[in-house]
Structure formats: structure tokens, C-alpha cells
């Protein structure tokens, strides 16, 4: 599988770079381009751009209102109510590919795609996919499949068929899943669900937290049985995040405590061999949402930190770059001094991103937009 791994790799990324630029991971700097209207006492939720990022949408907490901004002017666009939506809070929230439609992940309820122009739900899926709460959730690149994970597992919903077809680690919590596919040359496409379950709970021992499935063969492989004693970590509440790298070589697997009583921190997976690699502390107690690979022109992940504790707030958004010689490296931290970030979420083109700041607890949530550049050495 290296091999298969390496040939696309370079066919995809080394090759074209070498008649054109060479990949040098750059931090991202976070330009200010407009703040948009409206304000929210606990958090403006999920805030993400449509596939063209013409406008952008997010749930606002207190209000239960979703919102949809004109991405160019900064105005709003459509305020859609708790009437229609039908939502108390929002596990998840996406675009449709052509933009026309969001869809609404949240607990037992059903998938919900919200024609947000004319404020009207055109379609219902009854995924039933957890009475408290969906903990994450992939979609397939062209959004055909969806799988959710849950308190019983992860279940892998047909959306085109209406239809779930399999589950994976079964009556189990499972905390975070990122989809990967690619297809080697002369071979069929390798389709793979990264996961992670917490410790909770009576299980808190480490064993088998993470893995790989394959999702057309359903083998699973677990992952990080294999990391030094004193990096496990045990007797408490913990909960990851994994994302994969893109090209997936390398799986970024975060972890924090709860409630915190350590600073949050990452492990590195190589995810071809299925090893340990590294491990790196980040600067807060808690990873926010949501970790991200940041290809061309940045080339790594973008990963937010916070400790609510305190009054103020204290937040880093610390940019990690995955290397062979030397594990992981911080190239970069933008700490609450600069940008008291609450979530981040970036567009496709990797040219902007919406950020949530609150300063601390009496202060409110708000949206801004800012522009992505490499950040001048």
C-alpha cells in the first residue's frame, strides 16, 4: 500500500510541483476583511461557506436562528426560524454541492435539506442516528454517502438511495470520523474512514482509541496501541479529533481532557503503516472546532486551542506541519492577544475563513470574515 501511496503522491503533488512551485509549508496570516452583522450571547455554531464561498452561513445559539450572509457585501441574506428548520441546537450543518441547499444534521432528528433561498425543507431522511447527539460526521466528496458518529457507532447512510447500509465499531461511542478517498493508478478507488472513540466513563483504559476502515472491504485497523507508556493517557474523560492529512500519508489524531486538568495536545500517525510517529503539546486545555488540512499554499493543519476557564478567555489557532525527521513542528500560534478565536471554519479555496471571537463569558459571539494569505516570514 506505501508503494501504491507513494506512486500518487507523486503523479499528484511532487511532480507538479516541481514544474511549478515547491511545497514549502507557510502559516497562514488572517487579513480582517468585514465583521457581519448580528451577535449571539453563547456562539454563532458552525459557521461554512458555500462551494463557489459567495455566501456563508451559521446557527446562532441563543436565537435558534439560522442565518445566511452575502459573502461580498456582508449582509444578510435570509434569517431562517426555528419554525422551519426545526432545530434546538445543530450537530451539523453543510452546503449542498451546487449551493442551493443546507443540510441539517442534529441528534434522533432526521437529515433535513433546507432550500435556504425560499426558507423551505424539500427533503426528509430518517438516519434516527442518536437520542443525544450526533458527536461527528463525513461526508463522501460527492456527498452520495454521509457517515455519522454516535453513541452505538458509526452508521453509513446511501443519501441517493435513501437506505443506511453498514455499521462500524458497533454499540460503542465514537467521537470523530474523517473520510479519505484517492485512487492509485490502474486501481480501483480506496475509499477510508478515519475514527476515534473517547474515554468515558467505565472505559477509559487505552486500547484500540483510533483506526482505519476500509469502507468497501470493511476491514478495520486499529490505530495508536502502539505509543510509549507515558504518552497514554488513562482514568480519564478523554475525546480526539482525527483529520487526514491531505494525500493521506499522515493521520493528525488531537486529544483533550474532561473536564481539563492537561493542556490539549496531537499525535501523529503514519497512516500507510499504521504506526505511531509523534506526539506534540498544543498551548491550551480544549481542541475547538474544527482541526483542518490546509493544502496549496499553506500545507498544514490548522488546529484551535482554547481554556474557557478563565476570565478572559484564552485561545491559540497553531498551525502543525507533519515531517519525517522530525515528527510534528509548530511552524506558528496566534494566541487571544492577536485573535480570540471561538471557531474557525475555511472555504474551499482556502482564500478566507469565518471566525467566531468571544472574549469571555459576558461578551458576545460574532462573525467575522478574514482573508487567507502566506504569512511574510
Known amino acids: 500500500m506505501r508503494k501504491i501511496l507513494a506512486i500518487l503522491l507523486l503523479l499528484v503533488t511532487v511532480l507538479p510541483a516541481l514544474a511549478k512551485d515547491e511545497i514549502i509549508p507557510t502559516p497562514p496570516d488572517f487579513v480582517l476583511d468585514k465583521k457581519l452583522p448580528g451577535s ?16 456563508v452561513a451559521g446557527f446562532f445559539n441563543g436565537s435558534k ?31 449542498s454541492h451546487d449551493g442551493t441547499h443546507l443540510i441539517l444534521l442534529r441528534n434522533i432528528q432526521p437529515l433535513r435539506w433546507l432550500d435556504w433561498k425560499n426558507a423551505r425543507v424539500t427533503r426528509e431522511l430518517a438516519i434516527a442516528a ?18 455519522v458518529a454516535t453513541y452505538k ?20 461511542p465514537v467521537c470523530s470520523v474523517d473520510w479519505l478517498e484517492y485512487t492509485p493508478p490502474k486501481q480501483p478507488r480506496v475509499r477510508l474512514l478515519a475514527y476515534a472513540k473517547p474515554l ?10 483510533a483506526g482505519i476502515i476500509n469502507i468497501d472491504s470493511g476491514k478495520v485497523t486499529p490505530l495508536l496501541n502502539d505509543i510509549p507508556a507515558d504518552k497514554k493517557i488513562e482514568g480519564k474523560m478523554t475525546f480526539f479529533r482525527v483529520r487526514w492529512e ?8 488531537c486529544y483533550w481532557n474532561l473536564p481539563p486538568t492537561s493542556k490539549a495536545g496531537v499525535m501523529l500517525v503514519d497512516s500507510v503503516t499504521g504506526k505511531y510517529s509523534a506526539n506534540h503539546e498544543l498551548e491550551q486545555l480544549a481542541v475547538g472546532w474544527e482541526p483542518r488540512y490546509l493544502g496549496k499554499p499553506f500545507w498544514g493543519f490548522e488546529v484551535l486551542t482554547w481554556d474557557i476557564t478563565g476570565n478572559p478567555y484564552k485561545t491559540a489557532a497553531q498551525f502543525l506541519v507533519p515531517t519525517r525527521k522530525e515528527g510534528l513542528k509548530i511552524l506558528d500560534t496566534v494566541n487571544e492577544t492577536v485573535l480570540p478565536m471561538q471557531s474557525m471554519s475555511v472555504n474551499r ?6 471566525i467566531t ?21
Open 40 to 55: 449571539d450571547p453563547y456562539w454563532i455554531e458552525r459557521p461554512t461557506f458555500s462551494p463557489d464561498s459567495k455566501v
Open 65 to 95: 436562528m439560522l442565518t445566511v450572509w452575502d459573502v461580498a457585501s456582508g449582509q444578510v441574506l435570509k434569517e431562517i426560524g426555528p419554525d422551519v428548520h426545526q432545530l434546538d441546537s445543530i450537530d451539523g450543518l453543510e452546503f
Open 130 to 147: 442518536d437520542p443525544k447527539k450526533i458527536l461527528d460526521y463525513s461526508f463522501s466528496p460527492d456527498q452520495s454517502l454521509l457517515a
Open 153 to 172: 457507532g458509526i452508521h453509513l447512510w446511501d443519501l441517493k438511495a435513501g437506505k443506511k447500509l453498514k455499521s462500524f465499531v458497533p454499540e460503542v
Open 200 to 209: 468515558m466513563g467505565a472505559d477509559t483504559k487505552w486500547k484500540d482509541v
Open 246 to 253: 491531505w494525500g493521506g500519508e499522515y493521520l493528525l489524531v
Open 349 to 354: 479555496a482556502r482564500t478566507m475563513a469565518a
Open 357 to 377: 471571537t468571544k472574549k469571555d463569558p459576558m461578551s458576545p459571539s460574532e462573525l467575522f470574515l478574514y482573508k487567507l494569505v502566506p504569512k511574510k516570514k
